[in-house]
């Protein structure tokens, strides 16, 4: 889809990724990309040596803008990451000036711009601006974008909190720009990078960084699917899909101790907490678990697994859609052994067994309450 955006007199033609999305009508950008851009280019705010940070990038409409300009982009998401790589690939955009570096990463030493796209999560927020706060002074330009419907009179509290003097813009296209200067005082202990709570009946202790669904406690659909797990065989490979923090492929590794389970999410902070979890219950079952980052499934080998476990996410970043639970599912299919077993928890009004019976041919109720529905579908 061509964007508005214009790099070397041509327009940006950007995709989401992956590019064969059920849900094709999705930009791979919006006006507050727009916005932030325009500002910086009319406001005369770069010059060729700047170096430009750019966080939360969802495919590369920002980054992608300054491609003779040093950037770092950093993301929490490796289905961002693949986006921005696919789109420079598209638009014959070189990246041997573009580094791209994950959320739990230092951020770089002197930066001149940071254009940050604000997050779906309060707590990766806080986070963010904590960690920019202590890495910078302020000499630097910040410039943050958003929706105007999401930037509340909380959001910006944030900002005043964690960075200091904060601002904003009149609205354009819906969207709306935020202006700090670095000046708040630095703390160590403001925001938690990591927050810890325990599960019944075991008493685990649940490790959790700031981007991590369900940081603050176990949420209800995973609730009930602990309840329900498959029974898992002595050395079956198991794999924790969408994993988050962990708690579904712990609960089968203290079901079965010989188990190999893989852990696999698309955010680092959300694999890094599944390690740091099982690290911290079962330190001496870590060297049967690994621990990926990907793309639902998509690096794993075909027939390879013989139980799956899933709580699928139905939103990516902003946008509402089902896409993932139908990748999710067919990879799942792709994956597992012959009489493999997927296992799946899911809001009543997903329809999730539909799909399921397109893909497997078969979907068995396995428990349900007012909210939740748990399904098992065999290969």
């Known amino acids: 889809m061509i964007s508005p955006f214009i790099v070397n007199d041509q327009n940006l033609f950007l995709e989401r990724y992956p590019a064969n999305q059920v849900t094709r009508s999705l930009q791979?950008?919006?006006?507050?990309?727009?916005?932030?851009?325009?500002?910086?280019?009319?406001?005369?705010?770069?010059?060729?040596?700047s170096h430009i940070l750019?966080?939360?990038?969802?495919?590369?409409?920002?980054?992608?803008?300054?491609?003779?300009h040093h950037v770092t982009s950093v993301s929490d998401s490796y289905i961002s990451e693949c986006g921005l790589k696919k789109n420079a690939e598209h638009n014959h955009l070189s990246l041997k000036n573009l580094t791209q570096?994950?959320?739990l990463a230092e951020l770089p030493?002197?930066?001149?711009?940071?254009?940050?796209?604000?997050?779906?999560?309060?707590?990766?927020?806080?986070?963010?601006?904590?960690?920019?706060?202590?890495?910078?002074?302020?000499?630097?330009i910040f410039i943050a974008a958003d929706k105007?419907?999401?930037?509340?009179?909380?959001?910006?509290?944030?900002?005043?909190?964690?960075?200091?003097?904060?601002?904003?813009?009149?609205?354009?296209?819906?969207?709306?720009?935020?202006?700090?200067?670095?000046?708040?005082?630095?703390?160590?202990s403001t925001f938690p990078r990591v927050k810890r709570w325990k599960t019944e009946p075991h008493q685990f202790e649940i490790i959790n960084h700031a981007n991590v669904f369900a940081r603050d406690k176990l949420d209800i659909g995973a609730q009930l699917l602990l309840?329900?797990?498959?029974?898992?065989?002595?050395?079956?490979?198991?794999?924790?899909?969408?994993?988050?923090?962990?708690?579904?492929?712990?609960?089968?590794?203290?079901?079965?101790?010989?188990?190999?389970?893989?852990?696999?999410?698309?955010s680092y902070m959300a694999v890094a907490s599944a390690h740091d979890t099982v690290k911290h219950n079962y330190p001496q079952l870590l060297n049967q678990c690994r621990f990926m980052v990907n793309d639902c499934l998509t690096d794993e080998s075909a027939a390879s697994a013989d139980s799956i476990v899933c709580?699928?996410?139905?939103?990516?970043?902003?946008?509402?859609?089902?896409?993932?639970?139908?990748?999710?599912?067919?990879?799942?299919?792709?994956?597992?052994?012959?009489?493999?077993?997927?296992?799946?928890v899911g809001n009543r009004q997903l329809g999730y067994h539909i799909k399921l019976k397109r893909i497997f041919g078969?979907?068995?109720?396995?428990?349900?309450?007012?909210?939740?529905?748990?399904?098992?579908?065999t290969k």
């Open 227 to 266: 309840s329900h797990l498959p029974t898992i065989s002595e050395n079956e490979h198991v794999i924790d899909l969408g994993c988050g923090n962990g708690v579904l492929g712990l609960h089968l590794l203290a079901q079965q101790s010989q188990a190999k389970i893989t852990f696999s999410d698309e």
């Open 362 to 377: 078969n979907a068995t109720l396995v428990a349900s309450n007012k909210k939740f529905v748990i399904f098992s579908a």
């Open 28 to 49: 791979a950008w919006d006006s507050a990309d727009e916005y932030i851009i325009n500002y910086l280019q009319e406001s005369a705010l770069i010059t060729p040596e």
């Open 311 to 344: 709580n699928p996410p139905f939103h990516q970043q902003n946008a509402t859609t089902d896409h993932i639970a139908w990748q999710m599912f067919n990879d799942c299919y792709r994956v597992l052994k012959q009489g493999g077993k997927l296992t799946i």
């Open 148 to 188: 105007a419907k999401n930037i509340h009179s909380n959001t910006l509290k944030f900002f005043e909190r964690y960075l200091g003097a904060t601002t904003t813009s009149l609205a354009v296209k819906k969207s709306r720009l935020v202006f700090s200067k670095l000046d708040a005082e630095i703390t160590d």
């Open 101 to 103: 570096i994950n959320s």
């Open 109 to 140: 030493a002197k930066v001149d711009v940071v254009l940050y796209k604000i997050p779906k999560s309060n707590n990766l927020l806080k986070e963010q601006l904590q960690k920019i706060r202590q890495a910078y002074q302020s000499n630097i």
């Open 54 to 68: 750019v966080m939360n990038d969802s495919y590369g409409a920002i980054s992608l803008n300054f491609p003779e």
